[in-house]
């Protein structure tokens, strides 16, 4: 695995949809042919569909919070795209299309944002861990069952999604030490969107964040987070030397938050509409839909074709999330062990009771 030199980054797709060569990187996506290249095309697309038609929603009022993705859908779409399905995923808030393309129903995808549940889907179910609402966290989550992979002589592998701001938490740095230690079959995959919360990358990083973990020990690798294809092959190479024993390696994907940091935020405060624009220019479903038509693998019924697909996926989104029922108090205390216990119970009894004291109260 090379680490590339400071400041700049793989890239095979330009952003004006130009394929370009990058040796090293061109043989972990030479079998990407054009229906592969349309299913990535389709699956971004649709992200931000979800994504936009989630943001409408908690505009509307009907969801309570929403952390948008919008521009980083090629790091996350070309990254999960590189994993085998027994492989287990530890994402923070804000990989929700991770969560689509392993199939998460769309309804428990919202859910949790309206309110009517205290956590997401089962991981079991897509080998996606819920999100991880403590900044870092994820990492050390992922590390553990990275190990307990090479533990079972086991050739699956876990990767943890996490941003720039994440990678001065004491959680990520610790959690790459374990990984380095134990050769743990680990991906550390941040995305670089430029701004963790509204805190500028540039303030916490003088240097690419990749640069950090060679002092680790763990071999890196800075891409173009806005290129499908690049995010596809370091993904790739990072998974093969995780199965091979080679340990954990980490990718930077250089990518761009164009939306807010949540629908609490307001970005206008801190970034100017010269970078926004600066930043539109390197749409990452901008530039794969220029290669596709360049090259004739997509024309005009085929993006029509897209693009009512993902108005077919929001409308299960918006449809689900309004059809949810509104939840009851005492279901607060549902699933919270695995077991019943007399102090959980107890505690139910006297919120009960408090209820109760109430006109219309739950008993």
């Known amino acids: 695995m090379l680490l590339t030199h400071s400041g700049e ?50 505009r509307q009022g009907e969801i309570g919070l929403w952390p948008p993705l919008l521009g980083q859908e090629a790091a996350q779409v070309g990254s999960v795209h590189a994993l085998r399905r027994a492989d287990f995923v530890f994402g923070s808030y804000r990989e929700n299309a991770v969560a689509y393309c392993r199939g998460v129903d769309l309804t428990t995808m919202i859910s949790v944002w309206r309110g009517n549940a205290n956590t997401g ?55 790459m030490v374990f990984a380095a230690s134990y050769a743990a079959p680990v991906i550390f995959f ?52 995780a199965r091979s024993g ?18 609490s935020d307001d970005p206008t405060r801190y970034r100017t509409d010269e970078e926004l624009a600066a930043w539109r220019e390197k749409d990452p479903i901008d530039r794969l839909r220029t290669y596709l038509t360049g090259s004739g693998a997509l024309d005009e019924a085929g993006e029509a074709e897209v693009q009512a697909h993902s108005d077919r996926i929001a409308k299960q989104l918006r449809d689900g999330c309004r059809g949810l029922a509104d939840p009851q ?27 109760a004291s109430f006109d219309g109260g739950e008993s």
């Open 9 to 58: 980054y793989v890239q095979l797709l330009t952003p004006d949809g130009e394929r370009v060569a990058a040796p090293g990187f061109d043989p972990w996506v030479a079998d990407v042919g054009d229906d592969e290249l349309r299913s990535l095309y389709e699956d971004m697309v649709i992200s931000r569909r979800i994504d936009t038609e989630a943001t409408a929603l908690q």
């Open 246 to 263: 080679q340990g954990p390696t980490f990718i930077e994907a250089v990518t761009y938050r164009m939306g807010a940091h949540t629908t």
């Open 190 to 241: 941040c995305q670089n969107n430029h701004y963790a919360i509204s805190e500028p990358v540039g303030l916490q990083a003088v240097k690419p964040i990749a640069d950090r973990a060679p002092g680790f020990g763990i071999p890196s690798v800075r891409v173009d987070g806005n290129d499908v294809l690049a995010v596809l092959a370091a993904t790739r190479i990072a998974a093969d030397r």
């Open 329 to 355: 108090p005492l279901e607060f205390f549902d699933a919270v062990y695995a077991e019943p216990n007399a102090h959980l119970e107890r505690q139910r009894n006297q919120y009960a009771a408090y209820l």
């Open 121 to 175: 889907w089962n991981p079991y179910d897509i080998g996606v861990a819920t999100p991880a609402i403590i900044i870092g966290a994820q990492s050390l989550h992922a590390v553990g069952y990275a190990m307990g992979c090479r533990f079972d002589e086991s050739d699956d592998i876990s990767i943890a999604y996490f941003g720039d701001g994440a990678t001065s938490q004491g959680d990520v740095n610790e959690a």
